[in-house]
């Protein structure tokens, strides 16, 4: 178990990780004495004392089975006919259990081979690269000399990425542009020639890894972790020094975000999503939009200052700034942001005023995720630094490992710079819910069925066709329902894709006028002939009865899914789907409704029979949370305005 940081010591960083270091003290001073000998080797002391003092603060796991479990990512990456869940069972079905894994610590493990190896390779491409001129000594030492990223297994990885990348800049160091001697450049000229750029994103794991390692984050499979990893790997073993920044928690979401940035002869700060395009912090429209609260950097250092500063308050730390390796960034991604947010007295709970250290936190599903904190002031205020406008935020303090709230929920408007607190009104309100999280996270899905055409024939070929219907608006809901443009009789019916849009949908049910309970049956046709033979086109799951399964056709235009109903009918009414992720109402799922007060409080729970719910006598101006009770884990808080889901 890694300690935290030790204060009010009388000795230096160096000699308390020396004092740490017990039997491999010997290792690491050899180190020392090593570069101790020649005057010409100071830097090289300097950066050996560096990586020494901040040694304490790592650590890693080990054990027989994480390079078993770790060939999840190789797997991935070739296995693209399943899903990374069936390949991370595959992973545990075969292996059997990860068993016990033994955590070691690097002042305990790193001898001095390996930390000397480390300073040469680094020292080797800092100097000989056209770009190391603009690098300084202390940003060499923190993003370009480190031996590591977190909690990755101990591994010579320089040499094995130099060789094998190095040769993608051989044509920049020839050349006589002056841009050889920018490292934002040179990174995004490395990162354009990579032989591989497809990023499999996904989430899911065998097991919570942390940093993968060197050699499985080149595969591109994985999180936006992963890959921020391999970027660090890439650019540093050349010679690039990068950091990666990340969102504790995004404000639209439920998670962290990671990506890479690296800087130019000037400073300035580029970002890329590895491995996109880097792009500069102040001109990315993303970053300019997105409303995350607070941005941090990973450092190599341990953040001391910050540590003394809350151990100085005599209160329980929520374990983020436990071990702060990280700096706050907030401000150079800060478009719409507030200097000073202050908390009046008179908005803290009365019973809970009397608090020194306060945190911010910001809403993951139910619960609250501190993402920044203070010191509260004499007069009873509580002023956060630099906090970006738009989220829904909450303050809290941190006691006996339990989140205490301070404050109702509240968001700065990034427009007026008014505060807005969701601290509930007597009069109550009925609400009609269709999703349990933003559909507009499902945007790309419903854009898509707009254009698309439902038409009928009755040639199989539709050489003579008939419209139906035009899709002219994105779907609001899980089923559409729309009524057909046409009262003649047909055999076949179809639905064409609008362009580019891989004739995504869901669900498509065809109703006969006179039955309005009982779809149309036949046999599901497509543009490829028969489903059962080609199913990984998958445009029978247009037809199986399931909206959570979808038809994406592999070509961007001209696909369709359609029915022969074996004889002439008039089609009345049209049902469809957009494709979608299961987060609309499902009918036969169990669904809880919550308001927030000072907790969630349950307001009432329902079993499905359509799309949509109805609750009634809600508290207006009160965040809301619907949850599934019978599948899923895509929740998010929204509050009900004007007869509408508006997701915070």
Known sequence: MINELVVNKPLTPLEEALQVAGDNRSELEKVLRHYQADPADS????????????????????????????????????????????????????????GHLEEKRDILE??????????????????????????????????????????????NWREMYYEKYSYLLDSLRMSDSPDKYDPAFAADYLRKRLPDREHYYTTVAPYHFGNI??????YLSGSCNDVADFGIYLFRALGIPCAIDFFPVLSYGNSSHYWVVVWDKNGEDYLAEMPGNFELVRMNGWYKTNESSKVY????????????????????????????????????????YKKELIIPASRIYEDRKNV????LCLSSRNSWIPIDWTIAKPDGNIIFKNVRKGATMRVATFKGGVICFLTDPFYVDRETNAMHYFSGEKEKQDVILYAKYPINEENDFRNKMIGGVFEGSNNPDFSDKDTLFMVQSKP?????????????????????GARKAHCNIAEIAFYESGNDTTSLKGKVIGRLGDPLKVPQQGYGNAMDGKTWTSFNDISPSGGWVGLDAGKRVRVDRIEYTPRNRDNYIRPGDVFELFYC?????????????????VFHDI??????????????????????????????
């Open 356 to 359: 020194k250290l306060a945190y």
């Open 597 to 613: 007060d000072r907790d969630w409080i349950l307001a009432g729970t329902q079993k499905a029979t359509g799309d949509s719910l």
């Open 619 to 648: 508290p207006q101006n009160r965040l809301l949370l619907l949850r599934n009770r019978s599948r899923g884990m895509d929740e998010r808080i929204f509050i009900y305005e004007k007869g509408a889901q508006i997701w915070k």
């Open 476 to 496: 609001f809901r899980l089923k559409t329902n729309v009524r057909s443009w046409s009262d003649r009789m047909y055999r076949y019916f179809r639905y064409v």
């Open 213 to 218: 390692g060197p050699e499985y984050a080149q």
């Open 43 to 98: 830097l090289k002391y300097r950066a050996a004392c560096f990586l020494i003092e901040n040694m304490p603060f790592y650590a890693f796991s080990s054990g027989k089975q994480m390079d078993n479990y770790k060939s999840y990512y190789t797997w991935l990456k070739k296995s693209r006919d399943k899903t990374p869940q069936q390949v991370a069972d595959s992973v545990v079905t075969l292996f059997g259990p990860i």
């Open 297 to 336: 950097r990973y450092t190599f250092s341990v953040n001391r200052n910050m540590y003394e500063d809350m151990v100085a308050c005599k209160e329980e730390i929520y374990p983020f700034w436990r071990l702060p390796r990280f700096i706050d960034v907030t401000r150079e991604y800060s478009y719409s």
């Open 110 to 155: 790193v001898d001095s081979a390996y930390l000397c190896n480390n300073i040469e390779w680094s020292f080797k491409v800092w100097r000989e690269q056209p770009w190391g001129k603009h690098i300084s000594f202390e940003m060499f030492c923190e993003y370009l000399l480190p031996y590591r990223i977190g909690n990755e297994p101990l591994t």
